[in-house]
Antibody, heavy 122, light 107 residues
C-alpha cells in the first residue's frame, strides 16, 4: 500500500518561498509508470492541480504557476518536493501530494497524502 | 483550459435515496474523467476513473457514465458514510482541472 505524507512549514511570509516535501512509503518515486503530483485546495474552495514530476525526473507544471514553481525528487530519500517562490496570500491553501499515472490515459490522482495547510501571512 | 462545471452545487438527500451528480466539461474529454469523494478534514479519495471504472474497494453502489462533455456520478442507495463533497476531474489535457464540487448532505 502506497502512502504519502506532506511536511513543511505551516506559515510563510509574503514574497518568500513556500517549500514542501512529500515522503513516499510502500512504493518508489522512481518506479516507472507513475508520476508524483502536487495539488492544492484554496480555503473553502475547489482543487487546483499544481504540477508533477515523472518517475524519470521530467516535470510538468500548471502554466498558471510555472514561472514560480519547481518540483524535484530525491530518489535516495524516496521524496519529492515543491518550491513556490514569491508567495502571496492567494497561495494560502491546503497542499496535497498524490500519485498519478505517467500517461495521459492514466491521469487520475490516487492515493493522496493527508494534506498540509500553508498560510501566507506576515 | 478545459472548464469543469458540476450540478447541483449541493443537494440534500435521505439514506436510501438514489443520487445523481452531473459534471460537464467545456470541450470533449473522451471519458478522461475521474470522480473523488472528500469528507471534512480529509483528502479526496478516488472513486471512479475513465468515467465509469470503479476503483478497487469502492462500493458498487457508486457508478459513473457519460461521454463527450457530459458525465454522471450515481449513488444507487445513499448510505450514511456517503455524505460528503464530490469532485470530478478531467485528465484529457493540461492543465488538469477539477469541478467545483457537489456537497451531499442529510435531508
Amino acid at each position: 500500500q502506497v502512502l504519502l505524507q506532506e511536511s513543511g512549514p505551516g506559515l510563510v511570509k509574503p514574497s518568500q518561498t513556500l517549500s514542501l516535501t512529500c515522503t513516499v512509503s510502500g512504493g518508489s518515486v522512481s518506479s516507472s509508470g507513475y508520476s508524483w503530483s502536487w495539488i492544492r485546495q484554496l480555503p473553502g474552495k475547489g482543487l487546483e492541480w499544481i504540477g508533477f514530476i515523472y518517475y524519470n525526473g521530467g516535470t510538468y507544471y500548471n502554466p498558471s504557476l510555472s514561472s514560480r514553481l519547481t518540483i524535484s525528487a530525491d530518489t535516495s530519500k524516496n521524496q519529492f518536493s515543491l518550491k513556490l517562490t514569491s508567495v502571496t496570500a492567494a497561495d494560502t491553501a491546503i497542499y496535497y501530494c498524490a500519485r498519478r499515472g505517467s500517461t495521459i490515459t492514466t491521469g487520475w490522482f490516487d492515493p493522496w497524502g493527508q494534506g498540509t495547510l500553508v498560510t501566507v501571512s506576515s | 483550459d478545459i472548464q469543469m462545471t458540476q450540478s447541483p452545487s449541493s443537494l440534500s438527500a435521505s439514506v436510501g435515496d438514489r443520487v445523481t451528480v452531473t459534471c460537464r466539461a467545456s470541450q470533449g474529454i473522451l471519458n478522461s474523467l475521474a470522480w473523488y469523494q472528500q469528507k471534512p478534514g480529509k483528502a479526496p479519495k478516488l472513486l471512479l476513473y475513465a468515467s465509469s471504472r470503479l476503483e478497487g474497494g469502492v462500493p458498487s453502489r457508486f457508478s459513473g457514465s457519460g461521454s463527450g462533455t457530459d458525465y454522471t456520478l450515481t449513488i444507487s442507495s445513499l448510505q450514511p458514510e456517503d455524505f460528503a463533497t464530490y469532485y470530478c476531474q478531467q485528465y484529457y489535457s493540461s492543465p488538469f482541472t477539477f469541478g467545483p464540487g457537489t456537497k451531499v448532505d442529510i435531508k
